[in-house]
Every structure is written in structure tokens, then in C-alpha cells.
């Protein structure tokens, strides 16, 4: 059974950092599509930034470039995402996702993807 566990959301004042880990389980996926999607409130989810399969093009939302960082370790099953200059716009739940048969164009479409964590929650606020 696959699983997916993020972990490292917290409460932080504008302009701090968090770094997000989500560590896959239940099977190997080096040569998946992994990404983050968040859900504000009061908002649809949305695609954060992610990487196209092995170690390809890495794409983010234009909120958060220059800000957000996407990596990944297949060696240990886990991506992360670092997260500087938090603003209160910023705040939402936060998941990752992996998909096997995703194409570039559909990077950044949520239902494209075919594994999903449970969220964990990151709140911007001064």
C-alpha cells in the first residue's frame, strides 16, 4: 500500500522559512512525477512546484518562484519543499502528490496524479 507523509507545516511570522518533507512509502517511484499542491482557505487547490520525473524540469506556480524550492531524494523516497520568505498568503494546507504516467502539459493538474498525502497545515501569521 503506498503511502505518502508530509511533515514540517508550523505557524511562522511573514518573512520566516519551513522546509516541508514528504516521505513515500509502499513502493519505488524514481521515475514518477512528484509535486506540492495547497489548499488555502476558501480556496480551490492548487499546484505549488514539482519535478518531472527522474530529476527533469522543475516548474513552479509564479507565487512562489524565487521563494520556494523543490528537491527530491529517490535514493531515500522523499521530496521536500523549502520555503523562504513566507507571506500570509502562503498559509494552507499543503500536500504532495505522485503520479507514474503524467506528461509535462499535465504537471500542474491535480487530478493527473496518482498518489496523495493527508496534508500538513502551514500558517503565516504575525
Known amino acids: 500500500q503506498v503511502q505518502l507523509l508530509e511533515s514540517g507545516g508550523d505557524v511562522v511570522q511573514p518573512g520566516g522559512s519551513l522546509r516541508l518533507t514528504c516521505v513515500i512509502s509502499?513502493?519505488?517511484?524514481?521515475?514518477?512525477?512528484m509535486a506540492w499542491f495547497r489548499q488555502g482557505p476558501g480556496k480551490e487547490r492548487e499546484f505549488v512546484a514539482g519535478?518531472?520525473?527522474?530529476?527533469?524540469?522543475?516548474s513552479y506556480a509564479d507565487s512562489v518562484n524565487g521563494r520556494f524550492t523543490f528537491s527530491r531524494d529517490n535514493a531515500k523516497n522523499t521530496m521536500y519543499l523549502q520555503m523562504n520568505s513566507l507571506k500570509p498568503e502562503d498559509t494552507a494546507l499543503y500536500s504532495c502528490?505522485?503520479?507514474?504516467?503524467?506528461?509535462?502539459?499535465?504537471?500542474?493538474?491535480?487530478?493527473?496524479?496518482?498518489?496523495w498525502g493527508q496534508g500538513t497545515q502551514v500558517t503565516v501569521s504575525s
Open positions: 502528490a505522485v503520479g507514474s504516467r503524467i506528461i509535462l502539459s499535465s504537471m500542474r493538474t491535480h487530478s493527473a496524479y496518482d498518489y
Open positions: 509502499g513502493g519505488t517511484f524514481t521515475q514518477s512525477t
Open positions: 519535478m518531472f520525473r527522474n530529476y527533469g524540469r522543475t
